[in-house]
């Protein structure tokens, strides 16, 4: 091990009893706190699943798939560290047991094992070891590694067991373990219940892990009777027993932990000198999110309505958009499939503002273009995202331009006037995955538009994920009827932002910015959003 790598700290951060018990939240929120006394923090989510790719799992079952700005398609939960600190996440920040053996299997090919026996100990340990102690890179004072997964999985285990011999390794006030679990309560009896808790610790414990810490989540904050019991039970001294009280808004669990001492304790358990938190920003947007002044709807018109998950980044930075707003954001979920010209007036008729988010494959794209047309025609703020930039220009093209049947290559191959397509370059590479725009590019935005007045800046950044382009060859057609190309890449090939004028909020983006808002730092486009879409509503 390096020098400069035995100056980080580690918090492995396990979970317990059922899965969805919010862990990766959990450790972004003590990222939170760990940031806000003055610390350097970065995460690392390791993912026991055997898939190399994240970015190809279905997002109907695996939640969205966020996006780096050096262009990983990570999980979910990268999502939740960057919202909630500063630190950027990136290749090196999340990895799968699949990852973990094509790594171990090409040494292995290449002879790097000398024909020695490849085992899951040492090998696929070492290599999981390796990977944590790299996140660990120059100035960064804490390192916080979430394994996914329910303890008592078999997937798992070689993560464990890597974690395990980690804080051997690291030596003791250098790395601690904290347990999510579940501490359920039994209406009929009105008791909360600690045998689950105490199952899942011995599970660690059978596995050579000792918790340092317990962070119960519960419907009821747990008294010193039970924190007693539980402490007895599981070997963790009474105060390293954590209540993580349901919470009304996820904003609130930094400072419920806090209210907890938690950051106090850990700091002391890792020997970490630091100041008190200063938790004022989170305290003013609980505020906020608590006691808003207004309520705005936005109808989310898309494919993966059954599980809202998907669309987790762009549900926050909705939120985000109302935190800014001082408002709530009320979000309906309409199923692009059952939308037709027919219907949408009545589907949408309760939506301050409509907002059709990036997907892929053509199933209620003819649904997406129906819900442009309704919010254009009747001047009703309209942001699309990706996909949606692409259903908003098809739309101009159908209705505006007189281009019959316009549509992306990627739903009708043949079509007669694909106004999205792939680039020419890319028209016969044969590997997909080669093909998409991943992560971070620059757009130089256009002098008086709607979108430099958001943003406020003449160049800016944003994450990609798509492979489709608007065509070039129609720039003229679409720009003659009025569409505005108000945000470019900086060599002007590609077509980043679009524009209406003559109605009050009307933006396409090719990119996903929804990836790079905060609670404490709104995205702009979202923060306009929003805004637009409360002066609809009020006017309404
Ligand atoms: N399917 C479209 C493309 O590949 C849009 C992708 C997206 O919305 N992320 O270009």
């Not at 191959?413 to 590019?441: C, E, F, N």
């Not at 929003?530 to 609809?536: F, G, K, M, S, V």
């Amino acid at each position: 091990m390096t020098q400069k790598k035995r100056h980080s700290k580690f918090i492995f951060v396990t979970g317990g009893v059922v899965s969805s018990l919010g862990k990766g939240l959990a450790a972004a929120s003590i990222g939170a706190l760990m940031e806000n006394r003055g610390l350097r923090v970065t995460f690392v989510k390791l993912d026991p699943y055997i898939n190399v790719d994240p970015g190809t799992m279905n997002p109907f079952q695996h939640g969205e798939v966020f996006v780096t700005d050096d262009g990983a398609e990570t999980d979910m939960d990268l999502g939740h560290y960057e919202r909630f600190t500063r630190a950027t996440m990136g290749k090196g920040n999340n990895f799968t047991t699949g990852q973990i053996y094509d790594t171990v299997i090409t040494k292995e090919r290449r002879g790097e094992y000398l024909g020695g026996t490849v085992q899951v100990i040492p090998h696929i340990t070492d290599e999981i070891k390796g990977k944590v102690l790299e996140a660990a890179g120059a100035g960064i004072d804490l390192v916080i590694a979430e394994i996914g997964g329910t303890v008592g999985d078999i997937e798992s285990l070689p993560f464990l067991e890597a974690i395990r011999q980690l804080k051997q390794d690291l030596g003791p006030q250098n790395a601690v373990n904290i347990h999510v679990t579940l501490v359920p309560y039994i209406k009929a009896a009105g008791e909360l219940k600690t045998k689950p808790t105490q199952h899942s610790v011995r599970d660690l414990r059978q596995i050579g892990i000792q918790p340092e810490f317990l962070l119960c989540r519960s419907e009821h904050d747990l008294d010193d009777d039970i924190k007693r019991k539980i402490s007895l039970f599981c070997n963790v001294p009474t105060e390293h027993v954590v209540t993580c009280r349901d919470a009304e808004t996820i904003h609130e669990v930094p400072l419920l932990l806090h209210a907890e001492g938690l950051d106090d304790k850990v700091a002391a358990a890792l020997n970490i000198w630091s100041r008190a938190p200063e938790l004022d920003d989170w305290r003013e947007i609980v505020r906020r999110c608590k006691a808003p002044r207004h309520t705005t709807r936005i109808a989310i018109v898309g494919k993966y309505v059954g599980l809202t998950d998907s669309y987790k980044s762009l549900n926050e930075a909705l939120r985000h958009g109302g935190i800014a707003n001082e408002c709530k954001v009320e979000l309906l979920f309409v199923d692009s499939e059952k939308l037709n010209d027919g219907n949408v007036a009545k589907q949408l008729a309760n939506a301050d503002g409509v907002l059709v988010p990036g997907g892929f494959g053509v199933r209620g794209t003819e649904g997406k273009v129906a819900a442009v047309r309704y919010a254009r025609l009747n001047k009703i703020p309209f942001f699309g995202i990706c996909l949606g930039l692409q259903m908003a220009v098809i739309e101009y093209a159908r209705s505006v331009c007189g281009l019959d049947g316009a549509n992306s290559s990627e739903f009708d191959a043949q079509g007669k006037h694909p106004v999205i397509a792939l680039m020419p370059d890319q028209r016969d590479v044969v590997d997909k995955g080669a093909t998409m725009r991943l992560g971070s590019y620059p757009c130089a935005l256009g002098e008086g538009t709607l979108a430099q007045r958001v943003y406020g800046e003449a160049m800016i950044h944003e994450r990609h994920r798509h492979r489709y382009e608007v065509n070039n060859e129609y720039r003229e057609a679409l720009t003659q009827q009025g569409l505005i190309l108000s945000g470019l890449s900086p060599d002007e090939r590609l077509v980043e932002i679009v524009e209406l004028e003559d109605h009050p909020w009307f933006l396409g983006c090719q990119f996903h910015p929804e990836f790079k808002s905060k609670p404490t730092e709104p995205h702009p486009l979202f923060s306009s959003f929003i805004a637009a879409a409360l002066a609809h509503g009020q006017e309404g």
